[in-house]
């Protein structure tokens, strides 16, 4: 048998290529996976991430481990996870936040788009705008008075500079013309915390993170920020209601893996968020949250990412915002 060297030679130049496409596609997970939260321990994100993490490791048969990274409103987890090898080992809890900070921040440390390889989104929730429960108030007209009738003016948290609460708090205050000052945390939990022992007078917050100290009588929901009322909090009329119907604001979350993680393994996780997003547990889990399971395709996700750049650069104009 008479073989032609150039031939065989150009076989097993293809077989090099195939291989680490088909290793990566099929052998993959091959270890522990990390999932990093930009966020602290106990906010709407990570607490999805820890729901996803027990839904999707028996669906790769691999053990996912949440990680909290923690600080400069989210971009500290990003830039950790922006660096990281792109082999499928590393995702990242993709929020509205990341796309945010490519306007709210001069050097955010990362480029959502360029850095990043969008899977999927998980969830779209709404914010509260909270209370000290013992505050007298019960609706944005309350808080607008009573910010009108204090001199000194009134302080608002937020789980950070760049978040939704942020860019919500001040679209509700302009549309609503009243003034107050920026008291950012580290999360979600800690400016409802904040509520709680009074060191501000209000915040808005994810539902999800406020819902239990509300359940607790600790603080009292004015409004929520979504078009529609909240199924979790049906008594909570909206900001449309209340007539702000210019400050509509909604977050979503999602996943995200390193640029150049390969197409066969971001194909695959989708695939694996989204059946566990179809499981019954899941969506209960997340909708108890006060989150609405969204799923979608790696380019839908994308194109919702690059839409909220597009909404918070119209948001910072709007509520006359400089980047930091």
């Not at 660096?83 to 993709?94: E, F, I, K, Q």
């Not at 705008?129 to 609706?139: K, M, W």
């Not at 059946?275 to 108890?288: C, D, F, I, K, M």
């Amino acid at each position: 048998m008479i073989i032609d060297r150039r031939g065989a030679l150009g076989a097993a130049a293809a077989l090099l290529c195939a291989g680490p496409a088909w290793a990566q596609g099929d052998n993959w997970p091959t270890r522990t996976i990390r999932l990093i939260v930009p966020y602290l321990a106990g906010t709407a994100p990570d607490t999805s991430a820890r729901t996803l993490a027990d839904a999707m490791g028996p669906i790769l048969r691999q053990t996912i481990v949440v990680e909290n990274k923690p600080g400069a409103a989210g971009n500290l987890g990003a830039q950790i996870a922006a660096r990281s090898a792109p082999d499928g080992h590393t995702w990242v809890y993709a929020a509205s936040p990341m796309a945010a900070a490519m306007r709210m921040h001069r050097r955010p440390g990362f480029d959502v788009l360029k850095d990043f390889t969008m899977v999927g989104r998980v969830s779209i929730s709404d914010l509260l705008v909270i209370a000290p429960a013992d505050s007298g108030l019960r609706s944005i007209a309350d808080l607008a008075e009573r910010a009108r009738k204090t001199p000194q003016g009134l302080m608002y948290a937020s789980g950070g500079i760049g978040s939704p609460a942020h860019m919500g708090a001040e679209l509700m205050l302009q549309t609503a013309g009243i003034a107050a000052t920026h008291v950012p945390f580290k999360g979600a939990s800690e400016s409802v915390n904040a509520v709680i022992g009074k060191q501000v007078d209000f915040a808005l917050a994810i539902t999800s993170v406020a819902l239990t100290q509300i359940r607790a009588g600790k603080v009292v929901p004015l409004a929520i920020t979504a078009p529609q009322r909240n199924p979790v909090l049906p008594q909570v009329p909206t900001l449309v209601e209340q007539g702000l119907a210019g400050a509509v604001v909604v977050s979503f979350g999602g996943l995200a893996v390193p640029a150049g993680t390969p197409p066969a393994i971001v194909t695959r996780i989708n695939e694996a968020l989204r059946q566990a997003l179809a499981r019954p547990e899941v969506r209960t889990a997340l909708e108890s949250q006060g989150s609405t399971p969204a799923a979608s395709t790696a380019a839908e996700y994308a194109e919702i990412m690059r839409a909220e750049i597009t909404q918070t650069e119209r948001m910072m104009k709007a509520a006359r915002l400089d980047p930091n």
